[in-house]
Nanobody, 117 residues
Framework: QVQLVESGGGLVQAGGSLGLSCAASGIIFSLNNMGWYRQYPGKQREVVATVTSGGHEYYADSVKGRFTISRGNAKNTVNLQMSSLKSEDTAVYYC???????????WGQGTQVTVSS
């Protein structure tokens, strides 16, 4: 059973910074893509940033230049450093892992990020 555990969400003022971390455990193929999605109330989940097993990064236009995704030093971990936060970044953030062998997607339980203006 693959489990993703997120940490680091919370409340921050507009213009501030916040970091999210995610650690995956369980039987996971060594090649995997990881990333972060977010979801607004009543909306579909949307991609924020992803990083492939080869280190290729993707960012949504809305966060380019403000957010940085990185693989952690520990295996199967991913971080998201968010800066210059805006009120529209307020959402529940989900960690995502795609196992490239099984082609299954796994999700964390979500962590709330609230940016006060």
């Amino acid at each position: 059973q693959v489990q993703l555990v997120e940490s680091g969400g919370g409340l921050v003022q507009a213009g501030g910074s916040l970091g999210l971390s995610c650690a995956a455990s369980g039987i996971i193929f060594s090649l995997n893509n990881m990333g972060w999605y977010r979801q607004y109330p009543g909306k579909q989940r949307e991609v924020v940033a992803t990083v492939t097993s080869g280190g290729h990064e993707y960012y949504a236009d809305s966060v380019k230049g403000r957010f940085t995704i990185s693989r952690g030093n520990a295996k199967n971990t991913v971080n998201l450093q968010m800066s210059s936060l805006k009120s529209e970044d307020t959402a529940v953030y989900y960690c995502w892992l795609q196992d490239l062998k099984s082609e299954l997607d796994y999700w964390g339980q979500g962590t709330q990020v609230t940016v006060s203006s």
